[in-house]
């Protein structure tokens, strides 16, 4: 989960690689550095964020270098376990876990290497540095050591005496720039949008080296490769900051454009077609008996609310499955069932692990929905349907998770279409509501100054909990998950109906539950659950639709959002919550795109 970025060019790269790790800080901010040639091997590390690490890297020029910025895994956040890491003159740096670094320490401490730091990594450095002793091209040596690399790994190395850079990958994201000055690497397209457009993805089992005149790749079997190149469509506004106080805030308000984006091709449509799923699409969804929906943290909570929209609508079993436990635990596999993957990066480790390992069971039919064209996962899956958020900085997930809904509810009302149960007039009343999402979630941003009231009176709470029913019990969840991520107070998302069994023993009045409050079939039983809070003293605050009959009273605190918007309210509805956690959160004083002990990728176990 850590950022890489790399540079050879007749040019200083240095800010280059500074610029990139601010891009990629997303990825982890517990320590930061980097090494330059200048002329010999010059290494700038510090225990900070890359600002810090920029006030020590002022006045320095050189043409080649490699940088990092960390997210601590092996070793806690320290100057000394801060990368790159250096063995004799040579330098590394890695994105990803080493599962053998145990074996290859000793082994390496054997020979004479002295270990310094607590990390993996450092034992790739040092096993390069004794590949070099019998095989001196680093490149040769580069691939050689990584053989007997076990686990996921985005590397750069960088020689003293080299005029390029070696780079390999394996199970860890990582591409190429291509500039007329020069070549870069990087973890993310955003890294490198400022001097070049031109990426080329890099495959698992890849080795590449870059220099100022070109770069060469070769496969996992050592014969040269040819890698497509694609010209990024970020643009530079879409990964700064503009007029908002953080990224949060700034994705939360782009939201409608998101969803437009996203939703683009219903725009002239007069009818649901499964082609927007892939080429191959109507012959893998017909037949389609259930779903099976693997997805990690916010995206899982989106595949939980497609369950209900699949079943309702197309009438077949859906089941969810949390990525890291669906891949080690003994399941019955079923050849005729699509399996979802939903990821806002694509290199989601165990979400990838996870359809890798429902494709060994021989279940084909995969279908990715993600952010991020490019990736891993959605190389991996046989359908694709891209989300168009655009690049998401904060590390809580906004933009990413309505967009993730806005595909999901496609998928549904496709499979119910296919499966004959969605009539013409139905069709097109999916199709408006699609295309009115947008607007109707600017009515929800509007209630941003009544939610920012309501923050100051949590921010000196230490406990919440969130209340859903139906479709809303997955947005609880993560209204639930966005509260605790930004703002540290502990948050819990409950089915409503499950109060009496067991959360309300703590509910008192320094409990504030929030209460997601659609005007459905279940706004009744709802109501009865609010009830039980109030008679044990508890504080609610509920966002009601416009027509909920629902009413503000000592004790309940109440927020009207637009009227009810039939199967598509949960998106409405977790827009306001986004922005209860933004305001708490800003009213605390944390950090909220960079919050403590997270980062945005998760691309280790």
């Known amino acids: 989960m850590c950022g890489i970025v790399a540079a050879v060019a007749g040019r200083n790269i240095v800010p280059v690689l500074i610029e ?50 960390r997210w601590a895994t092996h070793g806690v956040p320290s100057e000394k376990n ?54 001196p091209d680093l490149f040769a040596a580069v691939r050689l050591a990584c053989r007997q690399l076990l686990g996921a790994y985005a590397i750069a190395v960088l020689r003293e005496g080299e005029e390029s850079i070696v780079v390999a990958r394996n199970g860890a994201p990582l591409l190429l720039g291509l500039a007329e000055d020069g070549c870069y690497a990087a973890s993310d397209a955003s890294a490198l949008i400022a001097v070049t457009r031109t990426m080329v993805y890099l495959e698992d089992g890849d080795i590449a080296q870059i220099g100022r005149s070109g770069f060469r790749v070769v496969g996992s079997d050592g014969e040269a490769v040819v890698r ?132 060994a069971m021989n279940m084909a039919r995969t279908l990715a929905i993600c952010n991020v064209a490019e990736s891993a996962i959605v ?52 199709l408006t509501a699609l295309r009115h999402l947008p607007v109707a979630v600017k009515q929800v941003l509007l209630l941003e100054p009544a939610i920012a009231r309501w923050a100051t009176a949590f921010a000196a709470k230490q406990h919440a909990l969130f209340l859903g029913r ?46 997601v409050a659609p005007n459905d079939l279940l706004l009744e039983k709802l109501k009865s659950n609010l009830q039980e809070v109030r008679a044990r003293g508890g504080e609610l605050y509920v966002f009601a639709d416009a027509d909920s009959a629902v009413t503000e009273s000592d004790g309940l605190h109440l927020l009207r959002l637009p009227a009810h918007y039939g199967l598509l309210s949960p998106v409405l509805h977790v827009v306001a919550l986004q922005l209860l956690a933004y305001h708490v959160a800003l009213v605390k004083g944390t950090d909220v795109d960079k919050p403590r002990n997270l980062a945005k990728s998760v691309t280790v176990e």
């Open 82 to 135: 801060a990368h790159p890491h250096v063995s004799g003159k040579l330098a590394v740096v890695h994105n990803g876990i080493i599962e053998n670094f145990a074996e290859l320490r000793q082994k390496l401490t054997r020979e004479g290497y002295v270990f310094v730091s607590d990390t993996d990594s450092e034992a790739i450095a040092h096993l390069i540095a004794h590949t070099l002793k019998t095989t």
């Open 470 to 515: 139906g479709l809303h019990y997955p947005i609880a969840l993560e209204g639930a998950l966005k509260l605790k991520e930004i703002s540290y107070i502990h948050a819990e998302g409950y089915a409503a109906g499950e109060l009496k069994h067991g959360p309300l023993a703590l509910v008192d009045r320094d409990m504030p539950v929030v209460a």
């Open 228 to 359: 497509a190149r694609h010209e990024s469509l970020i643009s530079a506004e879409a990964v700064e900051l503009g007029h908002y106080q953080h990224f949060m805030q700034k994705e939360i308000f782009e939201q409608p454009q998101a969803l437009a984006n996203t939703l683009e091709m219903t725009g002239g449509a007069h009818s649901l077609i499964a082609h927007w799923f892939g080429a191959g699409a109507p012959e893998m969804l017909d037949g389609v008996k259930s779903v099976l929906i693997i997805a990690c943290g916010t995206s899982h909570h989106a595949g939980l609310v497609a369950r209900y929209w699949i079943e309702e609508l197309a009438g077949i079993p859906c089941t969810t499955e949390i990525a890291s436990e669906y891949r080690y635990r003994i399941s019955v596999p079923d050849p005729e069932q699509l399996v979802v993957v939903i990821s806002q990066s694509g290199e989601t480790a165990d979400t990838l692990a996870a359809v890798k390992q429902a494709k």
């Open 379 to 430: 190389r991996e899956c046989a359908l694709k349907f891209l989300t168009r958020a655009g690049p998401e900085i904060g590390v809580a997930s906004t933009k990413a998770f309505t967009t993730q809904l806005a595909a999901l509810f496609l998928l549904a009302a496709t499979l119910a279409k296919g499966k004959g149960r969605l009539g013409v007039e139905d069709e097109d009343k999916c």
């Open 20 to 69: 990139g790790l601010k891009k990629l800080e997303y990825r982890g901010y517990d320590s930061a550095g980097l090494a330059v040639l200048n002329p010999g091997l010059l290494r700038l590390r510090n225990n900070g964020r890359v600002n810090e690490l920029a006030v020590q890297a002022e006045g320095l020029s050189a043409a080649a270098g490699i940088a990092h910025t």
